[in-house]
């Protein structure tokens, strides 16, 4: 080949390569976002769960993004309800897209962020991939209901949650339904806190005091008819017909725990109405009666040194619990010692229920020593069900003093919740409270050592006499936070999660009941003072070794 036809060709093949290659060099590439922002904070478990309601969030690009590409290639929506939402898009760092709403989000919502791949690079480039993010919010901090004073608020969660036991008691019968959705179960246990609401009621003219007579006496005429084993009745019964409804397989005989919190609550009734007149002469004979059945000596089983909780007459005592504290369970031990027909010795509480001083823990958490029970303290309900008539203030035994017992274990419980070593969320000095409840997956008995990150209303509320500032403030954020939320037809209910943004539907008598009767006792003492009155129960304390400024 001629060599000058030959450096002819290289130099076209050489121009012709360069041409490519140039046109190659500025033709613009796709980009990839590389961080993904809420508030500082990267997604969990690549969720963002409970954000707070002014969000920004924050998406960082491997190449410097067109500012006049955003407002047409995002979507900001509401997706509670499907709407979009005005937002403002902006460019940092020329790399970073921040994008914040307008106006406060609402909470407990879920939204999403949307980046189409129409948005382009400086140079000019598409984004590769679309973005989708979704977050949900959490703690709407403004107040969902009119501040008011604390005395009326009060009134106001008494009076709302009366009605779970006056207009939602079971008709037939006027015993207290189980739950909200129960039908016809009603409860003997929740009941005897239910009676203990409508005598609340009357005092605090929610009803007249005919009206909380006639009812009083509907469920004493009820319980007159209905199954008893030795005198104690079942957990729970038909509001119809009286009959049994079994609790689980073997638990279809008598309770002595529910009995007891049901003769606690009767008792009380006994001393309120205490007119000369025959209506409320005849109530308490009936509930002289009810009460005098029990036969508290025979649930001993074989005349052991302690008292059990069940018996069937299809099982026998098969259930096998004896009846040891510390729990709830103490008034059983005082309404069995007390009994004028069918009591026990002192030394059936000494071994069976306080076991000879094994009920005693002495130990400090959080700085608070804790005379009795569990570590940490265990479910509130400990310091709730036994204290709705017995006055707790000034008494003591040879095992503790349970004005400190159950101060120590509400003030465990407050400050656990404070300090949150599992980092739920809400969690804090308004937002506490652990004790037996609905949880997203059934029902537990919350505490310290079982937490599963769910607060019950119950838990701070019925603690008010022993945690008047923490409850309170407990109070008014679950009321003006929280709001409707867990504030409906029959007060709070049962429980919630913020951390599983999980609300109950449920209202259980057994959580009811202590928020109104506890907030009473803490008012006006009421219901102690009644229960207290009671002779049988001043002279079987005093039996057992009690001494307090009431007894």
């Not at 609402?106 to 140079?123: D, H, M, Q, R």
């Not at 103490?330 to 076991?355: C, E």
Request: neutral net charge; glycine residues 10%.
């Amino acid at each position: 080949m001629n060599k000058l036809i030959f450096l002819f060709i290289c130099t076209v093949i050489t121009f012709f390569s360069c041409k490519k290659g140039d046109k190659e060099a500025v033709k613009p590439s796709g980009f990839t976002e590389t961080t993904i922002a809420i508030n500082g904070q990267t997604a969990v478990s690549g969720n963002f769960n409970n954000i707070n309601t002014n969000p920004i969030v924050k998406i960082g690009f491997a190449k410097a993004i067109d500012a006049a590409s955003l407002s047409a290639n995002i979507t900001f929506k509401n997706l509670s309800i499907g709407s979009n939402l005005v937002f403002t898009a902006s460019i940092e760092n020329s790399n970073t897209l921040v994008i914040q709403p307008t106006s406060t989000l609402p909470g407990f919502k879920a939204y999403n962020i949307s980046v189409s791949t129409a948005l382009k690079s400086v140079e000019g480039g598409n984004l590769q991939t679309a973005i989708s993010i979704t977050f949900n919010t959490g703690i709407d901090d403004s107040d969902k209901f009119p501040r008011i004073t604390d005395d009326e608020l009060l009134t106001k969660v008494q009076q709302q949650t009366f009605k779970y036991f006056y207009d939602f008691g079971h008709p037939q019968s006027g015993m207290a339904r189980e739950r909200n959705s129960s039908g016809n179960t009603v409860t003997t246990g929740g009941t005897g806190f239910g009676v203990m609401a409508l005598i609340t009621g009357v005092s605090r003219n929610f009803i007249t005091r005919a009206e909380g007579l006639a009812r009083t006496q509907k469920i004493v005429s009820y319980l007159k008819t209905a199954d008893r084993f030795h005198g104690a009745y079942p957990h729970w019964l038909d509001g119809n017909t009286g009959k049994v409804i079994p609790f689980s397989q073997k638990d279809d005989g008598g309770d002595l725990v529910e009995t007891s919190f049901l003769m606690q609550g009767l008792l009380t009734a006994r001393q309120y109405f205490n007119g000369a007149d025959g209506p409320e002469s005849t109530l308490r004979a009936d509930i002289n009666g009810l009460y005098n059945a029990v036969e508290w000596d025979w649930y001993r089983k074989d005349n052991s040194n302690t008292l059990y909780w069940h018996w069937s007459p299809n099982y026998s005592w098969d259930m096998n619990l004896p009846i040891r504290g510390w729990n709830e369970s103490l008034v059983t031990y005082v309404l069995a010692t007390s009994s004028p027909t069918h009591s026990i010795p002192k030394s059936v509480y000494d071994n069976g229920w306080a076991q000879n001083g094994g009920m005693k823990n002495g130990n400090s958490y959080y700085g608070i020593q804790l005379p009795l029970g569990e570590a940490n303290g265990g479910p509130l309900f400990f310091a709730h069900y036994s204290f709705l008539g017995i006055n707790p203030n000034g008494l003591s035994d040879t095992y503790a003093n349970y004005e400190t017992q159950n101060k120590a274990h509400a003030l465990i419980n407050y400050n656990y919740c404070k300090a949150n070593p599992l980092n739920y969320y809400g969690y804090g000095e308004n937002c506490w409270g652990l004790t037996a409840s609905d949880i997203p997956s059934g029902y537990t008995a919350s505490s310290p050592n079982n937490d599963r990150g769910v607060i019950a209303p119950t838990g701070a509320l019925a603690s008010f006499p022993y945690t008047p500032v923490e409850s309170m403030q407990a109070l008014k954020f679950y009321y003006y936070k929280l709001g409707d939320k867990i504030f409906k037809e029959y007060g709070f209910v049962d429980a919630f999660s913020l951390q599983q943004q999980w609300f109950a539907d449920s209202t259980l008598a057994i959580d009811q009941g202590p928020i109104i009767v506890m907030i009473e006792n803490y008012r006006s003492k009421l219901l102690w003072n009644l229960f207290m009155s009671c002779p049988e129960i001043k002279t079987g304390m005093k039996s057992l070794g009690f001494t307090s400024p009431n007894l």
